[in-house]
């Protein structure tokens, strides 16, 4: 994705996350909220103002006047729309699901490419959704060669790790390697293949090695494998891509290290000072364009976190109730309900239009709280 990176001192970031100590306390409001219709409101409103029924993407703004193709956006607006299928086994989303398939392909020139390799990754991750809910073996090979092709992204500069553009190959991020350590680990989950394996391992260690901080469990942002210069801010969906191959590896190996690794990664991203709005205790507000969609990412990875039985009973109290105040936040103040259109902020009203990256954010977080509810029942 086209972003512009920036450093912020190494003090911001030497701040440290709090512990379980720190319980968060949120106010539930006022009447209950039926999560399975406001997860039914909230995706089918991504589809009435986002998507292009006569060229099968979803546009990039709500009102029908930006119909700009955005690559990168387009897969975490089609994992809503499987969410919302696996939840309610409705044909309205998965009648989506094809006609996606080919339409951002045509839109993309006729092929899945794209320089940015973690912009591809998103894509094949959600191939790999796509396969686990229809199994259609056309998702999962096309999966496949996505994942064929972000292997040649990695390289000896840095040490090795998959690199964020095709044109730029020291650019070594987390949002390439998080992502391309997952795609690698689901594929060994339905293929078995060894090699897919042993990747999803490699690129994971590299990452925890190199942008990982175990003392507080930081994710950086990059690291320059010419210069050796790490980008030392963190962002949340690095955060929430480095816990979910955490969490990913250690259901495949039941090794510990890897749930404690995804813990920590979670506890910073919901504790540190720059990762949140303290205020009102919901993670920060990081802007419009790309940045709006960074929190519905974690957030698609901390709700499979918070469902773990393994995991110790004080932190999964902390991390529930951070998790339900952001749902609840969101649902009661984040969303302008004349039309359904969320805000960059999850404590505001949103008064105008907005776009498909803010709005997936939101409808992610809706869905997963309506799956974390199901899951108690």
Known sequence: MKRILFCLPLLLLALQSCEI??????????????WEAAADSSSVTLIDRFWNASEHYFNYGNDGSIKDFHYWPQAHAMDVMIDAYNRTADSKYSDLFDKWYTGIKAKNGGSYWNNFYDDMEWIALTMIRLYEATDDSKYLQTAQEMWNEIKTGWN???????????DQPWS?????????????????????????LQWALEI??????????????????????????????SL?????????????????????????????????????????????????????????L?????????????????????Y?????TFFNNNAETLWRKGINKLDLLYSTSWAMNNSGNNHLTTQTSGCTLIEAKALFEKSLK
């Open 316 to 320: 999964k109290k902390k991390f529930i």
């Open 294 to 314: 960074f929190k519905g990412i974690f957030m698609r990875y901390y709700v499979q976190l918070i469902m773990e039985p393994g995991l110790e009973p004080a």
């Open 156 to 166: 000896d500069y840095a040490g090795g790790g998959i690199a964020w553009t095709h």
């Open 172 to 196: 070594k991020n987390a949002c390439s390697n998080g992502p391309a350590s997952l795609i690698a680990a689901r594929l060994y989950n339905i293929n078995k293949n060894e090699e897919d």
């Open 21 to 34: 100590e720190d319980e968060y306390m949120y106010d539930k409001g006022g009447d209950t909220i039926d």
């Open 236 to 292: 949340s969906y690095n955060q929430g891509t480095f816990l979910g191959t955490a969490y990913e590896l250690y259901k495949i190996t039941k090794e510990a290290s890897y749930l404690k690794d995804a813990r920590k990664a979670a506890n910073f991203g919901i504790s540190n000072s720059n990762m949140i709005d303290t205020g009102n205790n919901l993670l920060r507000d990081e802007g419009d364009g790309d940045g709006g």
């Open 204 to 233: 994971y260690n590299w990452e925890r090695e190199h942008l990982f901080n175990p003392a507080t469990g930081a994710i950086y942002d990059n690291i320059n494998g010419e210069s050796g210069e790490v980008g030392s801010f």
